[in-house]
Nanobody
Framework: QVQMVEHGGGLVQAGGSMRLSCAAS????????MSWYRQAPGHQRELVAL???????NYADSVKGRFTISRDNTNNTVTLQMDSLKAEDTAVYYC????????????????????WGQGILVTVSS
């Protein structure tokens, strides 16, 4: 069983900063990409930022220059530093990871699973 638990979130004023963190736990062989998504009321879930196992990053245009994603491969954690927050950043934020876990029933002895965090609310007041 693999799970991801998020921390952070809450209320912040526009222009402020907030840090979200997410830790993956369980019987993990390796983690490929880790990412953050968000879903605002009445909108579809969208990718905010992604980081590969090698540290390459990709950001949504709306957050470039303001958000920074990072990861700690030793502790299987991913962090999203959000600066210069805007009211339109208000959303439920979800972490996501592409996880390989042991599975002796397969020829490769492991399987792949996409795991989501529980979601955490970020509210930016204008």
């Amino acid at each position: 069983q693999v799970q991801m638990v998020e921390h952070g979130g809450g209320l912040v004023q526009a222009g402020g900063s907030m840090r979200l963190s997410c830790a993956a736990s369980g019987n993990i062989v390796a983690i490929n990409a880790m990412s953050w998504y968000r879903q605002a009321p009445g909108h579809q879930r969208e990718l905010v930022a992604l980081i590969t196992a090698g540290g390459r990053t990709n950001y949504a245009d709306s957050v470039k220059g303001r958000f920074t994603i990072s990861r700690d491969n030793t502790n299987n954690t991913v962090t999203l530093q959000m600066d210069s927050l805007k009211a339109e950043d208000t959303a439920v934020y979800y972490c996501n990871a592409e996880v390989h876990f042991p599975n002796p029933k397969t020829p490769a002895l492991y399987s792949y699973l996409e795991v989501w965090g529980q979601g955490i609310l970020v509210t930016v007041s204008s």
